[in-house]
């Protein structure tokens, strides 16, 4: 068998204060667990693991949805904005931001704990304004208020979403769907060929949506929350 060596993600663990690393094993790997508080598995499959120490704490199974860009979008955009032009602070974008990770794993491990979560996503919204996440955010609003927003980031000529939600009062309304061909539109405007959005199999009404949008999986990975056992 071959021993595979932890990657230590140092923002995760300046981030959570604690030690954290991440791996993607096969079944012919072992881990050196050394001395982590965490260790995220990352398995290309479903197969048993465990590790000597650690405790499985949560399991879920992300999925990468993608689609070739090739058509652009022949609608009036006007009620999409963008903070380039109409500019709104992090507070504005709070609420979405945790309805858009209400099925991640840093909330649905407890381990972490809401208050981390929502501190977690808050710095997500604060980097994407000042556009270290973020090429660009896409919002619309109802009454002064957000009521659904989009992060985008380019790598060459593959658009990701980062973070995207409608208010649950809105939902089933169009409006993500607005939000999305907006994104489509720019980043075919821009020169990008593919938009991928990463989401949880078990967040059902999202993978249905994406689908509905022309989207297809564009590959899949099983996530583990592995934590020291104190216990011991």
Not at 88 to 113: P, V
Request: glycine fraction near 6%; hydrophobic fraction near 35%.
């Amino acid at each position: 068998m071959k021993l595979m060596k932890i990657n230590f993600l140092q923002w995760d663990s300046d981030f959570f204060k604690k030690k954290i690393g991440d791996i993607t094993v096969g079944k012919e790997e072992y881990i050196d667990t050394e001395d982590y508080d965490l260790i995220v598995v990352k398995q290309p499959f479903a197969f048993d693991f465990g590790l000597n120490g650690y405790q499985l704490s949560f399991t879920e199974t992300k999925l990468n949805f993608i689609k070739a860009l090739n058509l652009h979008h022949h609608q009036d955009f006007a009620m999409v904005k963008n903070t380039d032009t109409d500019e709104r602070n992090a507070d504005y974008f709070k609420e979405l931001a945790y309805e858009s990770g209400k099925k991640s794993r840093f909330l649905l491990d407890e381990k972490f704990g809401e208050e981390k979560f929502r501190e977690l996503y808050d710095m997500w919204v604060i980097n994407s304004l000042n556009k270290k996440f973020a090429l660009k955010i896409f919002y619309i609003e109802e009454d002064g208020k957000a009521i659904g927003f989009v992060t985008l980031q380019q790598y060459e000529r593959l658009g990701k979403i980062g973070l995207i939600a409608t208010h649950p009062n809105f939902q089933g309304k169009g409006f993500g769907k607005k939000l999305l061909d907006k994104v489509e539109s720019f980043c075919v405007k821009n020169e990008m060929t593919h938009l991928e959005i990463p989401t949880q199999k078990e967040n059902i009404q999202a993978c249905g949506f994406y689908k509905k949008q022309g989207y297809t999986i564009k590959d899949e990975i099983i996530i583990k929350h592995y934590w020291k056992d104190d216990s011991l």
